[in-house]
C-alpha cells in the first residue's frame, strides 16, 4: 500500500494526517510539540499515527512537511552569520535599503531600524562590472577575491553572499567568485544572487539572497537530521517540505534555496482550505487559521489562493513567492493582561506557547490565555484530543479571576473580554486581505481551522459579514490535510524590462517557452513524470516610471492566442481593482516567470451517511456556556456521530478528536454531504 502523511509543526501541536491513497482511509494525531527540537515532536508523532494505521514507517511512501524553522530563526534574530561580497561602491546596499519607515509621519522618530542581517563590517567591495545588458565592462581581480574570502574566512562568518551589479544579466563574475569561495571556505554555504533570484533591482536581489544564506545552515541542519533520524527509523520513502507559495520542494533542493520556507507553515492551511473548499462547493472563502501562537488569515477568490511576490517575516520583506497570508499575535496560548499604566485589557501578542501553556494545560503556567478564558466560559468541554487531554478548570477560573479584579469587574465579563478583542485582533488582521484589497469580505464565506479557529469562527464571521462560517472535517489538523494534498512546485524567472510598444510579443513567449522547459526538467528530475506536469506563466507589468509593478498569472494558450494585448487588459483590470484607477501612462514588461505543478492528489469526496435533520444521536450531555452576557443551556455533540443534513441549533460545541466548535445561540449549524459544519445566522 501507498501512504502519504502530512506533518504540520505548530508553536503548541504538531499536527499528522496519515492517507491511504489506494483506499482513502486517513489518521489523524496531535502531539505536544518540542521547541527545542521540531524533530523529536514528529518523531513521536510518527510513532504514534503508525500504530494507529497498523503500519510502519517503511509503508510511507510520501513524507510532506510545513516547517516553521526558517521562520523562526528570522522572528528570533538567530540566523547565521553572513558575510557579503558586493560590486565596488555598493558597500552600502543594505544600510541604505530602500529608506521606506514604516508607520505614519512621525515614524521616523520612534522606528528602531532593524540590524541588516550581513552586517557592514562583513561586507567586502571587489573590482569588476558588468554593464545593463549583461557585457563585461572591468574584469574582477582573483588575487583581490582571494584576500576578500580570506578576511571574511579568518572574521568568522557562517555563510557567505556573492550579489554582484547586474549579476542576473551575466553570472560569469558570481560563478567564478563562488568557485573561489568554495575553495578557501569550504565548510560553509555559498549563496549566489543569480541562482536565488536571478531578477532586476540590486537592494532585493541582495537582500533575499542574504536571507537565503542567513537561514541556510539552520535549515539545513534541521533538514537532514530530520531526514537521517526518518531513515533510521526505515521511512524510505520521499521527504519533501512546503514552500511559502504553497506548492512542494524536495528536502534536497529547501537545504540550497530555504528563503522559499519563510512562510512553509501558514501556506499549508491555505492549501488544505483550498483541497476541503472544492469538496465543499465554495469559490470564495477567507481562512483562519488560529494556533497557539498566532493567527494566520488569507483570501481564496474562485478557488485560487492569492500569491503575492513579497515574503514578509517580522521586519524582513524578502523577494520570493509566497501566497498572501497575514499574521497577527493572536492564538489560543496568547497571554491576557493589564498594564499598570494603562488599565486597560490587552491580549497578545506574548503567548504562553506549548510549554508552559495556558493554565488549564496543568503544564506550570499561571497567566490567563485565551485557551484559560475559553474554558471559563464554558466554550470548550473539560477534555481536549478525544479525552486524552484533561483540562484545569479551576487553575483556569483562578488566572482569569487576576484579571477579573485588575479591571474591577466580573469572572465571566473578564473572560469574555478577552475572547472579544482577540476576534477584534483577528477582524483586524481579515481585513488587510480582504477590504484593503479591495474585496467586499460579504463576498465570501469564512474558514476557521487549526485547534483555536471553529471556536472564533462564528463570532469572527458576524463582525465580518461573511457567511457561511465553516467547520471543516478535521480542522485541527487541516494544515497537515495541506501538506498531504498540495503538489509540487517550481519556478524560474528572468527580467525582461521593456516597453509594450518596444516589444516584440514573439521574443517574450520564446522566452518563456525557453524558461518553461528549465522549470519542467527540474520536476523531472524529481521523477515526475513528464505527462503530470503542467505550466503556468507568470508576466510582472507596471506603467512606465512607476516604481511597483503588479504580478499577473496567464495561461500560456491564452498568451499565445491573444499575446501581449491580453497581459496589458489584464493588468488594468488588476490596477483598477487594487488602486481604483487606471493610467494613460504606456505599459512596461519587467520581469517573466515560468512555474511548473506536478499532480495534484485526487482523494475525492468523502460523503457522510445521510441524517434526518436530528442531530440526537450525535448528543453527548446537557451544558451550559455564557452568551449575551448570561449563562445559557447548551448542548454538547460528537461530531463523529453527525450526519449529513444535521441541522444544529446554537448554543451548541462539537467535540472531536483535534478540535472543538462553537456555535453561538442565535446561529445554526448545518452539516454538509462531505462533514462541514456551516453555521448561519438563525
Avoid at 407 to 434: K, P, W
Avoid at 466 to 475: G, I, L, M, R, T
Avoid at 641 to 653: C, H, Q, S, T, V
Wanted: with cysteine; net charge negative; aromatic share 6%.
Amino acid at each position: 500500500m501507498a501512504y502519504r502523511l502530512g506533518v504540520d509543526v505548530g508553536g503548541t501541536f504538531t499536527d499528522l494526517l496519515l492517507f491511504d491513497q489506494e483506499s482513502g482511509s486517513f489518521w489523524r494525531h496531535k502531539t505536544p510539540s518540542t521547541p527545542h527540537d521540531s524533530s523529536e515532536g514528529i518523531l513521536n508523532g510518527l510513532t504514534a499515527i503508525c500504530e494507529k494505521a497498523g503500519i510502519v514507517p517503511a509503508d510511507i511512501e510520501y513524507f510532506l512537511h510545513g516547517t516553521t524553522v526558517a521562520t523562526n530563526a528570522v522572528l528570533e534574530g538567530k540566523g547565521s552569520r553572513v558575510g557579503l561580497i558586493v560590486t565596488e561602491g555598493y558597500r552600502d546596499v543594505m544600510q541604505i535599503a530602500r529608506s521606506f519607515v514604516p508607520g505614519g509621519l512621525a515614524g521616523w522618530i520612534v522606528w528602531p531600524k532593524p540590524e541588516p542581517l550581513a552586517a557592514l563590517e562583513d561586507t567586502i567591495e571587489i573590482d569588476g562590472r558588468m554593464d545593463a545588458q549583461g557585457n563585461e565592462v572591468r574584469a574582477i581581480d582573483e588575487a583581490q577575491i582571494r584576500a576578500a574570502l580570506e578576511k571574511l574566512r579568518d572574521a568568522g562568518v557562517e555563510a557567505l553572499t556573492v550579489s554582484l551589479m547586474n549579476g542576473y544579466l551575466n553570472s560569469a563574475h558570481e560563478k567564478r567568485v563562488g568557485e573561489l569561495a568554495a575553495e578557501i571556505m569550504p565548510d560553509i554555504s555559498i549563496s549566489l544572487s543569480h541562482e536565488v533570484l536571478p531578477e532586476m533591482q540590486e537592494y532585493e536581489r541582495t537582500l533575499t539572497t542574504v536571507a537565503n544564506a542567513a537561514v541556510r545552515p539552520i535549515v539545513g541542519n534541521y533538514v537532514r537530521n530530520l531526514r537521517s533520524q526518518l531513515r533510521a527509523g526505515g521511512m524510505a520513502g520521499s521527504l519533501s517540505l512546503l514552500r511559502s507559495d504553497g506548492g512542494l520542494m524536495s528536502s534536497e533542493k529547501s537545504e540550497i534555496h530555504p528563503v522559499s520556507l519563510l512562510m512553509s507553515g501558514p501556506a499549508g492551511g491555505v492549501t488544505g482550505a483550498l483541497w476541503v473548499a472544492k469538496n465543499a462547493g465554495l469559490k470564495n472563502i477567507l481562512t483562519l487559521d488560529v494556533g497557539g501562537t498566532s493567527t494566520d488569515v488569507a483570501l481564496i477568490e474562485n478557488l485560487t489562493a492569492r500569491r503575492v511576490r513579497t515574503t514578509e517575516v517580522g521586519h524582513l520583506s524578502v523577494r520570493a513567492s509566497a501566497l498572501d497570508v497575514k499574521t497577527v499575535g493572536a492564538g489560543g496560548g496568547s497571554i491576557a493582561y493589564v498594564p499598570e499604566l494603562t488599565g486597560a485589557l490587552r491580549v497578545g501578542p506574548q503567548s504562553a506557547g506549548a510549554v508552559p501553556g495556558p493554565v488549564a494545560y496543568g503544564k506550570g503556567g499561571v497567566e490567563a490565555t485565551v485557551t484559560d478564558a475559553n474554558v471559563v466560559l464554558g466554550y470548550l468541554p473539560e477534555s481536549l484530543l478525544g479525552g486524552a487531554f484533561k483540562l484545569d478548570r479551576d487553575g483556569a477560573k483562578q488566572a482569569v479571576q487576576e484579571i477579573a479584579d485588575k479591571l474591577g469587574i466580573g469572572l465571566m465579563e473578564a473572560a469574555r473580554g478577552i475572547i472579544d478583542i482577540v476576534n477584534e485582533n483577528m477582524f483586524g488582521a481579515l481585513r488587510m486581505i480582504s477590504v484593503q484589497q479591495g474585496y467586499d469580505p460579504r463576498d465570501f464565506a469564512l474558514m476557521g481551522f487549526g485547534g483555536a479557529g471553529p471556536l472564533h469562527v462564528n463570532a469572527v464571521a458576524r463582525l465580518m459579514g461573511s457567511w457561511p462560517a465553516v467547520s471543516p472535517v478535521s480542522p485541527g489538523v487541516l494544515c497537515a490535510l495541506g501538506d498531504a494534498t498540495t503538489q509540487m512546485r517550481t519556478e524560474t524567472a528572468r527580467s525582461f524590462s521593456k516597453p509594450f510598444s518596444e516589444t516584440d510579443e514573439t521574443i517574450v513567449i520564446a522566452a518563456l517557452e525557453e524558461m518553461a522547459v528549465e522549470t519542467s526538467a527540474e520536476l523531472e528530475a524529481e521523477g515526475l513524470a513528464p505527462g503530470d506536469i503542467t505550466i503556468s506563466f507568470e508576466i510582472d507589468v507596471r506603467y512606465e516610471g512607476q516604481a511597483f509593478e503588479v504580478p499577473l498569472s496567464i495561461d500560456p494558450d491564452t498568451l499565445r492566442k491573444d499575446g501581449l494585448a491580453a497581459v496589458q487588459a489584464r493588468f488594468d483590470e488588476e490596477h483598477e481593482r487594487l488602486f481604483t484607477f487606471n493610467m494613460a501612462s504606456p505599459h512596461e514588461l519587467v520581469n517573466l516567470r515560468a512555474v511548473a505543478l506536478g499532480k495534484a492528489l485526487d482523494l475525492g469526496r468523502f460523503n457522510l451517511p445521510q441524517g434526518n435533520g436530528d442531530p440526537s444521536e450525535a448528543k453527548i450531555r446537557d451544558h451550559e456556556l455564557w452568551d449575551n452576557g448570561q449563562m445559557h443551556p447548551a448542548v454538547i455533540y460528537d461530531r463523529e456521530k453527525l450526519r449529513a443534513g444535521d441541522i444544529i441549533p446554537g448554543p451548541a460545541i462539537v467535540v472531536e478528536m483535534d478540535s472543538t466548535t462553537l456555535i453561538e445561540a442565535d446561529c445554526t449549524g448545518t452539516v454538509d454531504a462531505v462533514g462541514n459544519i456551516l453555521i448561519n445566522l438563525a
